[in-house]
């Protein structure tokens, strides 16, 4: 596919995607979407990318939400909007599932479908002047593609009923004290410090963090027992792998592993 509204591009492990339209505050419209699910298919499937960046072209937002021309291109199309939507979630979906981690460097606004986007990634790096909100309760409706869901477990049932229901915007020192992102940075450090937690990242196991964040994930939907018994299963995959005995024997030698991903 030719990307117009995306810039991707690819440093050693690292892909970065960069959200490419800042005349609109990089608000997402339908090609948008379509543009990032068929890039984050690829990444999946690159084996030559182990983690992903992913931000906002400018200085003044991440992603302020859904394009408003596209909402009142589609409003009183039912079918249209609902693909749309659909398109949205199951992007969203293979994000947090991508099997590698992500990296989102937020640099402005991330309002709406931007905060929800964020939310599906594997870590969140700021600037000190971020907003983040949903304000889909204002106009009538209320943010459904997975804020429910993936902000309750982040950060809690009484801080995401908060968010959800009043609507209004938090700013980055309310984001870091609730759990809602990791770091907070200037402005001017922002993609350097998110490039180099990307690198770290890169030089590690895929093998170990694919089965680490999977164990993780699984936290939400088992019991304690269930859950120590999945992460047993996937520790005994993990040190049959390649990249655990080339871990042992960098070890052993003092140096660095190379570690293949088997």
Known sequence: MDYKNI??????????VVINRPQVLNAIDYRTIVELKDLLSNIQKDSQIRV???????????????DQGELKKHGHNTKEAEEFVRYCRETLSLLENLGKPSVCAINGYAFGLGLQLALACTFRIVSTHAKFGLPEINIGFFPSMGATQRLTRLVGEAKATEMILIGEPIDAEEAFRIGLVHKRVSSSELMEHSEKLAENLAGKSPVAMRLAMDAIKHEKTMSIEDGLNYEAKLSDICLESEDAKEGMLALIEKRKPVYKGK
Request: aromatic share 8%.
């Open 7 to 16: 810039i991707y591009e690819t440093k050693d492990l690292v892909g970065k």
């Open 52 to 66: 992903v960046v992913i931000t906002g072209a400018g200085e003044k937002s991440f992603i302020v939400g859904a």
